[in-house]
């Protein structure tokens, strides 16, 4: 088939060099326009990078469902786009552009996660399994019918960056399958399994000030935050000082502690030398690496040395 790969982050990375190899003809990558021309590349744009070394033509529209740019797609004579975390939403009419309209690979296991961010809400749920899906598209978000999936079981100390790493090459398989569906499709026939909206579920975009640390929550439930909050936003909290602002810190890595003191949430409960635990809702959490604000990454017990706490002190 000819295709048009719509896409800018390393999510769709995998999946477009996969096609690059395969027996499809891709015609184009359309992705996000570079915020500083005067630049020869935009290192936070690998899909870019790909094309460029594959020879492959990059178009980057400002808006994908432009009237001129519209005509651009329709020039292109394509069969199918393929979209992979591109940032846009593509409508009906970008969408009859192409023969078969198009598909997109999504990060979870639709209906579940709908959304920009659906493998750091699937971390910070504490979900078990997820996966990946692939839909053939309709101008809702991520509404469209599914075509294929691939299930996961998520790691107890994976972190988003990690988990969307792994996601990224199973979604290899889960594209090259939904192609096989399309290149077999009459056209008319109802195509893949529609979603239950009954289940569906929304995975925003996350903003900055998300990572601040609500110590009423459990133990567990803060440390899935760490994880999926890693390596951005980020989960912070604030430490006092006897003099001056309190000290935001960031935590990086924490594990829980069952068998703690019981008291107020927030509260420092053990401090030594290499441990400090701060009680939650539920059980507490032994913070392992932190990060200062404006500092390095460090161990705890470093941090500790520079930073003495108390007992008693209250977090927030």
Wanted: net charge neutral; glycine share 8%; charged share 20%.
């Amino acid at each position: 088939m000819r295709l048009i790969v719509m896409g800018t982050g390393p999510f769709a990375t995998p999946s477009f060099r996969a096609l690059l190899r395969s027996g499809h003809q891709v015609l184009a990558l359309v992705t996000r326009p570079i915020a500083d021309p005067g630049r020869r590349k935009s290192s936070a744009n690998p899909m870019r990078d790909e094309a460029e070394a594959a020879n492959v033509d990059v178009l980057a529209p400002a808006d994908v469902n432009d009237t001129q740019f519209l005509i651009e797609l329709h020039g292109r004579q394509a069969d199918l786009f393929v979209v992979c975390d591109f940032g846009q939403i593509l409508s009906a009419d970008c969408l009859q552009a192409a023969r078969r309209g198009g598909i997109n690979l999504h990060g979870s296991l639709l209906p579940k996660y709908r959304g920009a961010a659906p493998v750091h809400w699937a971390i910070y749920h504490g979900d078990p399994v997820t996966g990946v899906s692939v839909i053939h598209m309709t101008p809702r978000l991520d509404g469209g019918p599914i075509l294929t999936t691939i299930e996961t079981p998520v790691g107890p100390d994976e972190t988003t960056e990690q988990l969307e790493s792994r996601l990224a090459q199973l979604g290899v398989e889960a594209v090259l399958r939904a192609l096989q569906m399309l290149e077999q499709w009459d056209g008319v026939s109802d195509l893949g399994e529609r979603q239950n909206a009954s289940q569906m579920t929304r995975a925003p975009r996350l903003k900055k000030g998300q990572g601040l640390i609500d110590w009423s929550l459990s133990a567990t439930q803060i440390r899935n935050q760490i994880r999926a909050f890693t390596p951005w936003p980020g989960t912070s909290t604030h430490f006092p000082r006897a003099a001056g602002e309190p000290l935001r810190v960031i935590i990086h890595t924490a594990q829980v502690e069952t068998d703690a003191p019981h008291a107020n949430p927030g509260t420092i409960v053990a401090a030594d030398a290499k441990r400090l635990v701060v009680a939650c809702g539920q059980q507490a959490l032994s913070l392992l690496t932190v990060q200062p604000a404006g500092k390095r990454t460090m161990a705890i017990d470093e941090f500790l040395r520079g930073y003495p706490v108390q007992v008693g002190s209250q977090l927030a």
